[in-house]
C-alpha cells in the first residue's frame, strides 16, 4: 500500500514533523528542567519529611509499587540528592542521552514516593511527563554544554508538539473524568460548590489556610453553574491549542486565569500551570535565550558586535 | 533520531497518557492519572478527625507541620490513619503533637492537645461561623521545660 501526498496519514505526518527550531526545545530542556531541579530545591525538606512518617501511613503508588516498604531516610536522602545532580546536568545538556533518562526516572520515583504516603497530589503529574518526553527527544542538539550543536534526522517540530499535546491530554482527561463520574450533571454548579466548602472546611479543621473568596461564593451557589460551564469548556477545549498562533495563547491566558481562580476558591496551588510551565512549548520560548546568548557572545568577542 | 523512532515515542507516550481512560475513573494512578479530583458528588456534611490546641481562651486549630506534613491532605492522612487504628496509635500522635507544639513558639498559649472527631456542614461551619459536634478521641498535655 502507498502513501498518497493527500492522505490522511501522510497529512498528519505533514503535520506531526513540521519543522520547528531546535533552539525552541533546547529552551524547553533548559525550562522544564530547570523548573523540576527548583521544585525539588523547595519541597526538599517535604520530600525528607515524608520518609519520617510512621510506616503504617505508607500506600506505594506508581512505580513505588515495586517496594515491600518505606526506603530508610538515608537512602531516600541520596536519591533525592542524585535526582537534582542529574536534573542540573539535564538542564546544561550534560551527557544527555545518558544523563535525561536517568534524571526523568529520578524524579518520577522521588514525586512517587512523596504520594505514597495517603494522597496523590495532582499537581505534580504534567511536568513528570514532560521531562520524560524531553529523555526521549533529541533536546540537547542546541545551547548544551560540552556539545557542539547537532541536527535530528526527524527535526524538532514533532518534539514540540508531543509536549503540548501531553499538556492537552492531561486537561480533556480531567474534563472526561467530570463527565463519566458525574454527568452532564456536573455543571449545576452543586457539586463543584460543595467540593469547595468541604476542601476549605478541611483546610480550615487542619490549621490550614482557607482560600480568600471561598466563603463570599458559597453563600451564592448560582455562580458556581457559570464556574463549571467555564472549567468544562476549558478542560475539554484544550485541543484548540493544537492549532497554534493566537487561539493557542488565548486559550492559555483564559487556563492561567483558571488555576488563578483555583486559588482564589480553594488555595490549591497547582504550580506547573500558574508558572506558565505547562504552556512553555506552545510559547517561543527560544527568544530570550537567543537574546542571552547573542549578548554574552558579543560580550566575549566584541569583534561580532562591530 | 528518525521520523520512525519519532513516531514510535511519540504514539507510547501519548497512549500511556490516554491511557487511564481505560480504567475507572476511581482507579486513579501517579503520574497517568484519571484526574478524578472535584469530579465526585459530594454532601456538604463532614465527618473528620484532627487536633486541636487547648488554650485559656478556648480550642485552637493548630497547622498541618505540626500534625506532620505541610501537605494539608497528608496531613489528615495521618490523623485519619491513627484515629482509625485507635488506642495506642491515637494516644502516640497525640504525643508527638503536643511535643512539637511545645518547641513552636506561635503556640505557647497551648497547654494540651485533645485529638476529636468533628461532624460540621461545611457551609454552615465557614458561612454561618456554627460549627458541629465533636467527640474526643485522645487528649495529652504539652510539656515544656
Known sequence: MTMTPRSPVAVLARWWFAPAPAERLAALRMLIGGYAFVYLWIRFGELLAVTRFPATQWRAVGVTRLLDGPLAPTVMLVIVVVTMVLLAAFVLGLQYRIVAPLAALGLLWVTSYRNSWGMVFHTENLMVLHVIALACMPAADRWALGRPPGEAAAGYGWCIKLLVVLMVATYVLAGIAKLRIAGLGWIDGELLRNQIAIDNLRKALLGGSIAPLATQFLEHPSAFTVFCVLTLALELGAPITLLGGWPARLWVLAVWGFHVGVIFLMNIWFLYPLVGAAFWPVLRVERPFASLFGRVARWRDPRRAA | ?145
Open chain 2, 1 to 145: 533520531m528518525t521520523r520512525v523512532a519519532a513516531a514510535v515515542v511519540s504514539v507510547v507516550l501519548i497512549g500511556a497518557t490516554l491511557s487511564p481512560l481505560a480504567r475507572k475513573p476511581a482507579d486513579d494512578g501517579y503520574p497517568l492519572s484519571t484526574y478524578p479530583m472535584f469530579a465526585w458528588r459530594r454532601p456538604t456534611k463532614l465527618t473528620m478527625s484532627y487536633p486541636l490546641g487547648v488554650t485559656a481562651r478556648g480550642p485552637r486549630y493548630l497547622s498541618p507541620g505540626i500534625i506532620g506534613s505541610f501537605e494539608v491532605l497528608q496531613a489528615r492522612a495521618i490523623v485519619e490513619r491513627a484515629v482509625a487504628k485507635g488506642g495506642k496509635e491515637v494516644a502516640m500522635l497525640c504525643e508527638r503533637i503536643a511535643a512539637r507544639v511545645a518547641t513552636t513558639p506561635r503556640f505557647a498559649d497551648v497547654t494540651a492537645i485533645r485529638i476529636v472527631t468533628g461532624n460540621h456542614d461545611a457551609v454552615d461551619f465557614l458561612v454561618r461561623d456554627a460549627p458541629g459536634i465533636e467527640y474526643e478521641r485522645a487528649a495529652c498535655e504539652v510539656r515544656r521545660r
